[in-house]
Protein backbone atom coordinates (compact mmCIF):
# COMPACT_ATOMS: atom_id res chain seq x y z
CA UNK A 1 0.00 0.00 0.00
CA UNK A 2 1.44 3.22 -0.83
CA UNK A 3 1.15 6.38 1.09
CA UNK A 4 1.96 9.94 0.38
CA UNK A 5 3.64 11.80 3.63
CA UNK A 6 4.10 15.53 3.37
CA UNK A 7 5.35 17.71 6.70
CA UNK A 8 7.01 20.86 7.13
CA UNK A 9 6.39 23.87 9.44
CA UNK A 10 3.51 26.76 9.19
CA UNK A 11 4.31 30.18 11.02
CA UNK A 12 0.92 30.47 14.17
CA UNK A 13 1.94 34.13 15.44
CA UNK A 14 4.78 36.09 15.05
CA UNK A 15 7.91 33.63 14.23
CA UNK A 16 6.16 30.75 15.92
CA UNK A 17 6.61 27.57 13.56
CA UNK A 18 4.24 24.62 14.17
CA UNK A 19 5.30 20.90 12.78
CA UNK A 20 2.66 18.94 10.74
CA UNK A 21 2.37 16.04 8.71
CA UNK A 22 -0.63 14.75 6.59
CA UNK A 23 -0.55 11.55 4.98
CA UNK A 24 -2.51 10.46 2.18
CA UNK A 25 -3.14 6.81 0.69
CA UNK A 26 -2.45 6.75 -3.05
CA UNK A 27 -4.38 3.46 -3.96
CA UNK A 28 -8.18 4.80 -3.03
CA UNK A 29 -10.11 7.92 -3.07
CA UNK A 30 -10.34 9.94 -0.27
CA UNK A 31 -12.98 10.09 2.11
CA UNK A 32 -12.01 13.09 3.89
CA UNK A 33 -9.30 13.97 6.12
CA UNK A 34 -9.10 12.90 10.02
CA UNK A 35 -7.62 15.55 12.10
CA UNK A 36 -5.96 14.65 15.13
CA UNK A 37 -4.30 16.38 18.00
CA UNK A 38 -1.23 14.75 19.68
CA UNK A 39 -1.11 13.77 23.09
CA UNK A 40 1.18 15.71 25.59
CA UNK A 41 4.64 14.22 25.54
CA UNK A 42 3.91 12.39 22.21
CA UNK A 43 4.18 13.71 18.74
CA UNK A 44 2.48 13.59 15.58
CA UNK A 45 3.97 10.54 14.34
CA UNK A 46 2.10 8.37 17.27
CA UNK A 47 -1.34 9.55 15.67
CA UNK A 48 -0.27 9.01 12.29
CA UNK A 49 0.40 5.27 13.64
CA UNK A 50 -2.44 4.74 15.80
CA UNK A 51 -4.91 5.50 13.29
CA UNK A 52 -3.30 3.89 10.28
CA UNK A 53 -5.59 1.41 9.54
CA UNK A 54 -8.03 4.86 8.79
CA UNK A 55 -5.60 5.42 6.04
CA UNK A 56 -6.07 2.47 4.58
CA UNK A 57 -9.96 2.91 3.91
CA UNK A 58 -9.04 6.17 2.57
CA UNK A 59 -9.45 8.46 4.92
CA UNK A 60 -6.17 11.12 5.17
CA UNK A 61 -4.66 12.04 8.73
CA UNK A 62 -3.23 14.83 9.62
CA UNK A 63 -1.61 15.98 12.82
CA UNK A 64 0.88 18.40 14.00
CA UNK A 65 3.45 18.87 17.35
CA UNK A 66 2.53 21.25 20.57
CA UNK A 67 4.90 23.97 21.35
CA UNK A 68 8.36 22.23 22.58
CA UNK A 69 7.35 18.97 20.55
CA UNK A 70 9.74 18.06 18.21
CA UNK A 71 10.52 20.79 15.29
CA UNK A 72 7.29 23.09 17.10
CA UNK A 73 9.00 26.07 18.46
CA UNK A 74 8.69 27.31 21.75
CA UNK A 75 8.01 25.97 25.05
CA UNK A 76 5.52 23.69 26.44
CA UNK A 77 2.52 24.96 28.41
CA UNK A 78 -0.85 23.96 28.18
CA UNK A 79 -2.91 27.26 27.06
CA UNK A 80 -0.30 26.85 24.18
CA UNK A 81 -1.65 23.80 23.09
CA UNK A 82 -5.16 25.53 22.46
CA UNK A 83 -3.48 27.96 20.26
CA UNK A 84 -1.71 25.51 18.56
CA UNK A 85 -4.32 23.78 17.70
CA UNK A 86 -6.73 26.19 16.84
CA UNK A 87 -4.48 26.89 14.03
CA UNK A 88 -3.52 23.70 12.92
CA UNK A 89 -7.27 23.45 12.36
CA UNK A 90 -7.30 26.33 10.13
CA UNK A 91 -4.06 25.19 8.14
CA UNK A 92 -5.45 22.09 7.81
CA UNK A 93 -9.34 23.31 6.33
CA UNK A 94 -7.36 25.78 4.06
CA UNK A 95 -5.58 22.67 2.76
CA UNK A 96 -8.67 20.28 2.39
CA UNK A 97 -10.70 22.15 0.19
CA UNK A 98 -13.93 21.04 -0.42
CA UNK A 99 -13.15 17.68 1.50
CA UNK A 100 -14.57 16.68 4.80
CA UNK A 101 -12.54 17.36 8.05
CA UNK A 102 -13.20 14.97 10.63
CA UNK A 103 -11.42 14.85 14.25
CA UNK A 104 -9.64 12.15 16.50
CA UNK A 105 -8.91 13.12 19.94
CA UNK A 106 -7.68 11.18 23.18
CA UNK A 107 -7.39 11.74 26.68
CA UNK A 108 -6.19 15.11 27.28
CA UNK A 109 -6.38 16.43 23.65
CA UNK A 110 -10.43 16.34 23.59
CA UNK A 111 -9.81 19.71 25.24
CA UNK A 112 -7.74 21.55 23.02
CA UNK A 113 -9.90 19.60 19.96
CA UNK A 114 -13.13 20.65 21.61
CA UNK A 115 -11.85 24.83 22.21
CA UNK A 116 -10.74 24.79 18.70
CA UNK A 117 -13.82 23.15 16.91
CA UNK A 118 -16.12 25.61 19.12
CA UNK A 119 -13.86 28.75 18.64
CA UNK A 120 -13.91 28.40 14.69
CA UNK A 121 -17.36 27.89 14.33
CA UNK A 122 -17.93 23.98 14.67
CA UNK A 123 -16.22 23.23 11.13
CA UNK A 124 -15.93 19.67 11.58
CA UNK A 125 -18.23 16.99 10.08
CA UNK A 126 -17.89 14.49 12.73
CA UNK A 127 -15.14 13.99 16.26
CA UNK A 128 -14.52 10.98 17.87
CA UNK A 129 -13.57 11.05 21.48
CA UNK A 130 -11.55 8.26 23.33
CA UNK A 131 -11.17 8.35 26.93
CA UNK A 132 -11.32 11.58 26.42
CA UNK A 133 -10.86 14.18 29.35
CA UNK A 134 -12.79 17.34 29.51
CA UNK A 135 -10.99 19.36 32.69
CA UNK A 136 -7.87 19.35 34.17
CA UNK A 137 -9.83 18.92 37.39
CA UNK A 138 -7.01 19.72 40.61
CA UNK A 139 -8.50 19.09 43.33
CA UNK A 140 -10.03 15.38 41.52
CA UNK A 141 -6.07 14.60 40.90
CA UNK A 142 -5.13 15.68 44.22
CA UNK A 143 -7.79 13.76 46.09
CA UNK A 144 -6.70 10.56 43.13
CA UNK A 145 -3.02 11.17 44.46
CA UNK A 146 -3.76 11.36 48.42
CA UNK A 147 -5.37 8.04 48.07
CA UNK A 148 -2.68 6.13 46.00
CA UNK A 149 0.28 7.23 48.49
CA UNK A 150 -1.87 6.07 51.71
CA UNK A 151 -2.39 2.80 49.82
CA UNK A 152 1.88 2.47 49.08
CA UNK A 153 3.61 4.06 51.77
CA UNK A 154 3.01 4.04 55.57
CA UNK A 155 4.13 6.40 58.32
CA UNK A 156 4.86 10.10 58.37
CA UNK A 157 5.12 12.06 55.32
CA UNK A 158 8.67 13.09 53.72
CA UNK A 159 9.56 15.08 51.21
CA UNK A 160 11.38 12.33 49.63
CA UNK A 161 8.60 9.96 50.14
CA UNK A 162 6.31 12.12 48.30
CA UNK A 163 8.86 12.56 44.98
CA UNK A 164 8.93 8.64 45.30
CA UNK A 165 5.21 8.49 45.53
CA UNK A 166 4.54 11.13 42.73
CA UNK A 167 6.65 9.11 40.20
CA UNK A 168 5.44 5.67 41.07
CA UNK A 169 2.36 7.29 40.50
CA UNK A 170 2.52 8.29 37.05
CA UNK A 171 4.28 5.26 36.34
CA UNK A 172 1.00 3.72 37.40
CA UNK A 173 -1.10 5.85 35.48
CA UNK A 174 1.06 5.89 32.49
CA UNK A 175 2.57 2.23 31.99
CA UNK A 176 5.54 1.99 29.68
CA UNK A 177 6.01 6.06 28.99
CA UNK A 178 9.59 7.13 29.72
CA UNK A 179 8.98 9.54 32.64
CA UNK A 180 11.67 11.18 35.36
CA UNK A 181 12.79 14.86 36.73
CA UNK A 182 13.83 15.58 33.35
CA UNK A 183 11.49 13.85 30.67
CA UNK A 184 8.09 12.98 30.20
CA UNK A 185 7.90 10.70 27.05
CA UNK A 186 9.17 12.79 24.59
CA UNK A 187 8.86 16.02 26.47
CA UNK A 188 11.67 17.41 27.90
CA UNK A 189 11.92 19.39 31.29
CA UNK A 190 13.84 22.20 29.33
CA UNK A 191 11.49 22.62 26.77
CA UNK A 192 9.05 23.09 29.35
CA UNK A 193 7.39 26.38 30.77
CA UNK A 194 7.30 24.89 34.49
CA UNK A 195 6.06 27.93 35.98
CA UNK A 196 3.31 28.41 33.49
CA UNK A 197 2.55 25.15 33.33
CA UNK A 198 1.08 24.88 36.76
CA UNK A 199 -0.30 28.05 36.68
CA UNK A 200 -2.43 26.83 33.67
CA UNK A 201 -3.00 23.56 35.96
CA UNK A 202 -4.40 25.15 38.71
CA UNK A 203 -6.40 28.11 37.03
CA UNK A 204 -7.43 27.51 33.19
CA UNK A 205 -10.73 25.95 32.44
CA UNK A 206 -10.80 26.21 28.52
CA UNK A 207 -13.88 24.61 28.06
CA UNK A 208 -16.09 26.83 30.55
CA UNK A 209 -19.09 27.96 28.58
CA UNK A 210 -18.34 25.71 25.67
CA UNK A 211 -20.98 23.43 24.12
CA UNK A 212 -20.75 22.14 21.01
CA UNK A 213 -24.45 22.64 19.50
CA UNK A 214 -24.45 20.84 16.58
CA UNK A 215 -21.82 18.47 15.92
CA UNK A 216 -22.07 14.74 16.66
CA UNK A 217 -19.53 13.15 18.57
CA UNK A 218 -18.56 9.13 19.14
CA UNK A 219 -17.37 8.65 22.83
CA UNK A 220 -15.73 5.83 23.39
CA UNK A 221 -14.58 4.80 26.66
CA UNK A 222 -12.66 2.13 28.50
CA UNK A 223 -14.20 1.26 32.37
CA UNK A 224 -11.12 0.06 33.66
CA UNK A 225 -9.23 3.52 32.88
CA UNK A 226 -7.05 4.63 36.04
CA UNK A 227 -7.01 8.13 34.16
CA UNK A 228 -10.86 8.39 33.99
CA UNK A 229 -11.61 6.67 37.29
CA UNK A 230 -9.81 9.87 38.72
CA UNK A 231 -12.53 11.62 38.35
CA UNK A 232 -15.52 9.02 37.53
CA UNK A 233 -14.50 5.67 40.22
CA UNK A 234 -17.42 3.63 38.50
CA UNK A 235 -16.63 4.60 35.08
CA UNK A 236 -20.16 5.12 33.23
CA UNK A 237 -23.21 7.90 33.87
CA UNK A 238 -21.00 10.52 35.67
CA UNK A 239 -18.07 10.72 33.01
CA UNK A 240 -20.72 10.42 30.09
CA UNK A 241 -22.79 13.39 31.67
CA UNK A 242 -19.30 15.20 31.66
CA UNK A 243 -18.69 14.88 27.84
CA UNK A 244 -22.38 15.64 27.37
CA UNK A 245 -22.29 19.24 28.84
CA UNK A 246 -19.65 19.94 26.18
CA UNK A 247 -20.78 17.55 23.11
CA UNK A 248 -24.64 17.18 23.81
CA UNK A 249 -24.68 15.54 20.25
CA UNK A 250 -22.46 12.41 21.94
CA UNK A 251 -23.47 8.76 21.51
CA UNK A 252 -21.56 6.85 23.72
CA UNK A 253 -20.03 3.33 23.52
CA UNK A 254 -17.84 1.72 26.32
CA UNK A 255 -15.11 -0.59 26.34
CA UNK A 256 -14.15 -3.25 29.30
CA UNK A 257 -10.44 -2.67 28.86
CA UNK A 258 -7.77 -0.06 30.13
CA UNK A 259 -6.93 3.66 29.01
CA UNK A 260 -4.51 2.33 25.94
CA UNK A 261 -6.93 -0.38 24.80
CA UNK A 262 -3.89 -3.00 25.43
CA UNK A 263 -6.47 -5.81 24.29
CA UNK A 264 -6.07 -6.23 20.41
CA UNK A 265 -9.45 -7.43 20.16
CA UNK A 266 -10.93 -4.12 22.13
CA UNK A 267 -8.61 -2.19 19.65
CA UNK A 268 -10.60 -3.83 16.34
CA UNK A 269 -13.79 -3.31 18.21
CA UNK A 270 -13.20 0.51 18.82
CA UNK A 271 -11.71 0.78 15.10
CA UNK A 272 -14.73 -0.85 13.83
CA UNK A 273 -16.93 1.90 15.84
CA UNK A 274 -15.10 4.70 14.22
CA UNK A 275 -15.34 3.42 10.77
CA UNK A 276 -18.64 2.93 10.82
CA UNK A 277 -19.62 6.34 12.71
CA UNK A 278 -17.25 8.21 10.62
CA UNK A 279 -19.36 6.11 7.39
CA UNK A 280 -22.76 7.20 8.33
Not at 30 to 40: D, R, Y
Not at 78 to 94: G, K, M, S, V, Y
Not at 270 to 279: D, P, R, V
Request: proline residues 4%; charged residues 20%.
Amino acid sequence: MKFFFENGCFIRTGNHLVQWVHVKNREVDSKGVIFAPPLIGAGSSLEISNLRKLAKKGYELFSFNYSGHGKSSDKFRPRATLEDTAHALDFLIHRAGNKPVYAIASCYSAIPLIHAAHSRGEPIKKIVLINAVCNINVKAITASFISYYRSAFSGKLSISKINTAFMKYMEFLFPGIAINRNLFGALLRHRTNMAKTVWDALLMDPLQGIHLQRTPVLGLYAKQDRILQIYDTDVGRNYEKQILQKCPHTIFYPLPCDHFLSSVNHRKLAYNKILTFLSL
